[in-house]
């Protein structure tokens, strides 16, 4: 369980200087619409570390994820605490590379690539409770999609892991595009689907981050408690399509139907 611990916390410092660099470079470039490039970023970069690390510890590296596996009994209670202390050691560590190393007028400009509500460029951004609902709906999609398979032994089998790592690192930058083209707000950094990922910038780089920082753990967290609730009602198998189904518009019947209707009568 410590190996596995020390694996999410190098994971996730990892994850959150590579990402964080990659989206900050994304929105600086010359390209006339960059919210474009940042779900493709997501994407490729979510996909290699999940490849990586789901052998090793399940991959989780994010607060999300451990508290739906330890709701779903994936792990234990003692585990997912670890887990997620973890998580936010290594955000921690992550953005103060970040910190140290990124040009500071950058680091300002985004906020150090932090979950912001209101950016420093403007005097506006989304609502807390738009905020809340665009979190709940995203982390929501990105468990229906991708946690479901993830969690699903038989399908996860049969498709590899490569596929599930692929699905779910797709519904992760669907999420994220979602986010930051139907808002249309510039103050609004977009979901974060990750609380560590939020506390670590929050804490070194404070600020507007700390506007609304909440939106960021209680959206994930109602997301994980709906999805449990939900996939408790999930089917347990796969559908089957039986012989003799019709639709409802199918007006023939069968031959044999008034000897059955007589039968059915028959005292």
């Avoid at 950058?106 to 906020?111: K, V």
């Avoid at 399509?241 to 008034?258: I, N, R």
Wanted: proline letters at 5%.
């Amino acid at each position: 369980m410590w190996k596995a611990a020390l694996t999410e916390l190098t994971a996730t410092a990892s994850l959150m200087f590579a990402l964080t660099t990659s989206i900050v470079a994304c929105l600086d470039s010359k390209e006339t619409d960059p919210k474009l490039l940042v779900p493709f970023a997501v994407f490729i970069i979510a996909f290699l570390f999940l490849v990586v690390t789901v052998p090793l510890s399940g991959g989780h590296m994010s607060p999300v994820f451990t508290f739906i596996g330890a709701l779903k009994g994936v792990v234990t209670l003692t585990r997912a605490f670890i887990y997620v202390l973890a998580q936010i050691i290594g955000s921690i560590i992550g953005f103060f590379i970040l910190k140290c190393v990124i040009d500071p007028k950058l680091a300002y400009t985004y906020s150090l690539g932090g979950c912001a509500i209101d950016g420093q460029r403007v005097s506006f951004g989304i609502k807390p409770q738009n905020a809340l609902l665009v979190e709940f709906t995203c982390t929501f999609v990105v468990l229906f999609v991708g946690v479901t398979l993830a969690f699903d032994k038989k399908r996860s089998r049969e498709l590899g892991l490569p596929m599930v790592c692929l699905v779910v690192a797709g519904s992760m930058a669907l999420a994220v595009f979602v986010s930051l083209t139907v808002t249309g707000r510039a103050g609004y950094a977009g979901v974060g689907l990750n609380p560590a990922r939020c506390l670590g910038p929050a804490l070194l780089h404070g600020g507007p981050l700390w506007h609304g920082h909440w939106v960021f753990w209680l959206g994930p967290f109602l997301a994980c408690m709906v999805y449990y609730i939900v996939s408790m009602n999930l089917p347990k198998v796969d559908l089957v399509w039986l012989e003799g189904e019709h639709d409802v518009y199918d007006t023939s019947f069968p031959k044999d139907l008034p000897e059955q209707c007589n039968a059915g009568f028959q005292v």
